[in-house]
């Protein structure tokens, strides 16, 4: 899981639960998001690249720091997404 290796490597610096998720404690991307935002997370993570996707379309394009940061507050489930 691409969650976990982000987490293993940050070696407990995020300050986040694991969620159990399908009966595995896991940090959800959703989580690593919100965290980059704080001012806790800012210095330690820098923002690279973001391939955002759309499910309905089979699309995705190349997106921004901004784009990032509001993905943070869409549904998890696809087809609730606008």
């Given at each position: 899981?691409?969650t976990?290796?982000v987490?293993?490597?940050?070696?407990?610096?995020?300050?986040?639960?694991?969620?159990?998720?399908?009966?595995?404690?896991?940090?959800?991307?959703?989580?690593?998001?919100?965290?980059?935002?704080?001012?806790?997370?800012?210095?330690?993570?820098?923002f690279?690249?973001?391939l955002?996707?759309d499910e309905?379309t089979g699309?995705?394009?190349?997106?921004?720091?901004?784009?990032l940061a509001?993905?943070?507050s869409?549904?998890?489930?696809?087809?609730?997404?606008?």
């Amino acid at each position: 899981m691409c969650t976990e290796l982000v987490y293993r490597s940050l070696n407990g610096m995020i300050d986040s639960p694991l969620e159990e998720i399908l009966g595995r404690k896991t940090l959800p991307a959703v989580d690593i998001v919100k965290f980059w935002m704080s001012p806790d997370g800012g210095p330690l993570l820098d923002f690279v690249a973001l391939l955002d996707g759309d499910e309905r379309t089979g699309e995705c394009v190349w997106a921004d720091a901004g784009v990032l940061a509001g993905t943070a507050s869409r549904p998890a489930l696809t087809w609730l997404q606008q």
